[in-house]
């Protein structure tokens, strides 16, 4: 078949420096025949070069062209397959204009594929769900040493997997990023390639929460400004977001309420905030919060509850002031302040947190954690309090159950029917049949 010969005159190349500078060095193949990315052909022997860009390489009428690829192996194995279709279809006497060099097969391309997909994403979520799966197909196409989507198999998505622990990712995120990619190749028609011992396992650990004793000394050590911010945090149960773009209208003082929702870039405003899932929300709150609230709201000259503190340089540049990213900050200076510091943790510049306000136990989320397993430790259903935390699925707010789980079983156990059983007062009474003859026989 000439028309083979012809197509496998595209050749990937790599444009690396050695002792001689810069050059061309076609790319070294694994025994089986795979691309070994990475490494070149130098002088016959494979040398690892991690430097440098891939082309492809081929010849038209006599002349020799080469194109740029970039650096993720399945966009170059797809750049590759298109120039030797378009060149089988010239050598076939088919005009196939550059633009429309798609493969005369039906082989869907990884890049193709994925870049509809991310389209579609963009177009019915929110942008932080649009990047964080962008990411993530991103993260898959690395990974890859193919460029059709039909070819992808289940060794593909054990390498995809491989390939996120090397990166350091937990179990957990390597099954979310798992999840994501099968559902991208399942709106290809590629489906069902993992069985149930592929996927990742990991054991859901409890939310952490804060302990009465740690909350009361966190709030000793705040600045009045500061008590109102976090007081806010642990009964609102608001993501940090929320929290951030919360303004004075969203409270309603006269049902004790405060409402997560949509605000619109304004004249006066040049942010914006969608709720999580588009979920409008109200959570009440507790008339002590409100009262500061209420005291907070008269001297206040921003719209926002907790803007960003104004800049010393520009101190007129945001009137009103800017939804604030320091929140975390404070939180973990608060606690290092009031000596609560675990003093084991460390943080990526190398502080220890026994003399740094970097301790992993103090975190914003870890006060809604706190809000949801305290309400459902005070008696609130779980479908309030699921409300309450604007989740959208329920089994979410299951998750809260287990720790509240410990001191409510506790009472139910001490106080229930069943024990009563075995109290004085029980022994005296009469007892339902059924307990009797299990307890007392
Ligand atoms: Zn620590």
Known sequence: MASKTYSERVNIIKYVK????????????????????????????????????????????????????????????????????????????????????????????????????????????????????????????????????????????????????????????????????MSFLKVNGVGKLLSKGDWPTYTELDPEIYTPDELQKFFEACTSDEFLLFQFFLHSGFRDAEVRHAVWTDIDFAHGTVKVKRKEVTKAQDWQFQPKSKRVREVPLPDVLLELLKEAKKVSTSRLLFPSKTHWKAPNAHPGGKPSDEFLEYCKAIAYRAGLNCGDCENAAGEICAAAPCCNGFFLHKFRHTFATLHLQSGVDILTVSTWLGHKDIKTTMRYLTSARGTDVRKKVNDGLLASAFSPQARQAPLPDQIAQTTLS
């Not at 001689?20 to 025949?33: D, E, I, L, M, T």
């Not at 196939?96 to 979520?125: C, G, H, W, Y």
């Not at 196409?141 to 995809?160: G, V």
Request: proline share 5%; with cysteine; aromatic share 8%.
């Open 18 to 181: 050695d002792a001689k500078g810069w050059r061309f060095a076609p790319v070294a193949k694994r025994p089986n025949g795979s691309i070994h990315w990475d490494h070149v052909l130098i002088g016959g022997t494979a040398q690892a070069h991690p430097e440098g860009k891939y082309f492809i390489e081929w010849r038209e009428d006599g002349v020799r062209r080469r194109r740029s690829v970039g650096s993720i192996p399945s966009d170059i194995l797809a750049e590759a397959q298109r120039q030797r279709a378009l060149l089988d279809a010239k050598a076939a006497g088919i005009e196939i204009a550059e633009s429309e060099s798609v493969p005369p097969t039906r082989q869907l391309l990884i890049a193709d594929a994925a870049e509809r997909f991310l389209r579609d994403i963009k177009m019915n979520k929110e942008p932080s769900t649009f990047s964080h799966y962008s990411h993530c197909l991103g993260l898959f196409k690395q990974s890859l040493t193919k460029a059709s989507i039909d070819a992808i198999d289940r060794d593909d998505m054990m390498d995809f997997q491989a390939y996120l622990y090397k990166l350091g990712l937990s179990p957990r995120t390597v099954k979310h990023k798992t999840v994501i990619v």
